[in-house]
């Protein structure tokens, strides 16, 4: 069974771009979660999105936003990217949100911002 | 305050040494709690998780949770150099990951 797969694994933008990260659950979990791991920051909250909807959203400005789809793969969109956007973006899956949930994760996004 | 916080270290022990690593928790309605393990590069693997308070047991892995005093700790004993990598604390839910505390075991 496949795990968690994004895409892409690595790239490089130019600051004031755009860019989409996009994510794969595991098959049949229908809650996604995403992450941005900056150099020594810790996995800071994003979003989390569970049958289609935003359930919870971290402290981060509006140009980070995403959505999920009806086949639970989700996408994450930074606008007008700035330097400290460089990091690992880490997405996970669950079979349920809220309660126990245990996540998955995919080995991640490194965005490069130059 | 952070919902879930955690000393980010780095701790350095030598192999064979019991490691203590812990985290408190801000929000007295968590209660599911999950201890991630974090190689360099590489996404967060679930080692274990506990509910409510209490203890449990996993091979060299032991995770305990005080209720009363919003602290959560991961117990490794027999320490080897291939525990080496950050370990995470994260309520169940909300899944909110504290920063990480970075180990190092010495052969």
């Known amino acids: 069974e496949a795990g968690v797969t994004q895409s892409p694994t690595h790239l490089i933008k130019t600051r004031g771009q755009q860019v989409t990260l996009r994510c794969s659950p595991i098959?049949?979990?229908?809650?996604v979660y995403w992450y941005q791991q900056a150099l020594g920051l810790g996995l800071q909250f994003l979003l989390w999105y569970d049958e289609g909807e935003e359930r919870n959203r971290g402290n981060f400005p509006p140009r980070f936003s995403g959505r999920q789809f009806p086949n639970y793969s989700s996408e994450l969109n930074v606008n007008a990217l700035e330097l400290e956007d460089s990091a690992l973006y880490l997405c996970?899956?669950?079979?349920?949100?809220?309660?126990?949930?245990?996540?998955?994760f995919g080995q991640g996004t490194r965005l490069t911002v130059v | 305050q952070k919902e879930v916080e955690q000393d980010p270290g780095p701790l350095s022990v030598p192999e064979g040494a019991i490691v203590s690593l812990n985290c408190t928790y801000s929000?007295?309605?968590?209660?599911?709690f999950m201890w991630y393990r974090q190689y360099s590069r590489k996404g967060p693997e679930l080692l274990m998780y506990t509910y409510s308070s209490g203890n449990k047991e996993d091979g060299r892995f032991t995770a305990q949770v005080d209720k009363s005093s919003k602290y959560i700790s991961l117990f490794i004993r027999d320490s080897q150099p291939s525990d080496s990598a950050t370990y995470l604390c994260a309520n169940g839910g909300k899944l909110i990951f504290g920063q990480g505390t970075t180990l190092q075991v010495k052969p």
């Open positions: 929000n007295s309605a968590f209660q599911y």
């Open positions: 996970a899956s669950s079979l349920v949100g809220g309660g126990y949930t245990e996540a998955f």
């Open positions: 098959s049949g979990h229908t809650s």
